[in-house]
C-alpha cells in the first residue's frame, strides 16, 4: 500500500474522492484507513463526510519542523460507506 495525500485526488467532488479511494483498496471489503494530523480541519471534515470515523489518536506521532504533531487515525468500512 502507498501513502496516499488528498492531492492525489484531483477532483474537487467529495464522492469523486470516495470512489478514487475506494479504487485504492486491494479488495472490495478492505476498510479505507487514513492518518491525518489534527490541525488539518478542512481535510477531517472532508472525511467525516464521506463517513470516515475516528478510530484513534497518535499523539506525537510526527515530528515536523522541530514540533511533535498528533494524528488522527479515521476508517471507513466499505460496506458502510455511502454510494454515490
Not at 488528498?6 to 470512489?19: F, H, M, N
Not at 475516528?54 to 454510494?83: F, N, Q, W
Request: glycine share 4%.
Amino acid at each position: 500500500m502507498r501513502p496516499f495525500t488528498i492531492r492525489d485526488a484531483v477532483p474537487d467532488d467529495a464522492a469523486a474522492v470516495l470512489e478514487y479511494l475506494k479504487e485504492l483498496a486491494e479488495e472490495p471489503e478492505d476498510p479505507l484507513k487514513l492518518e491525518i494530523y489534527t490541525t488539518n480541519t478542512g481535510a477531517i471534515r472532508l472525511y467525516e463526510r464521506l463517513s470516515f470515523v475516528h478510530e484513534g489518536c497518535r499523539r506525537h506521532s510526527i515530528r515536523h519542523g522541530g514540533k511533535y504533531i498528533d494524528t488522527y487515525t479515521m476508517v471507513l468500512l466499505l460496506d458502510e460507506a455511502p454510494t454515490a
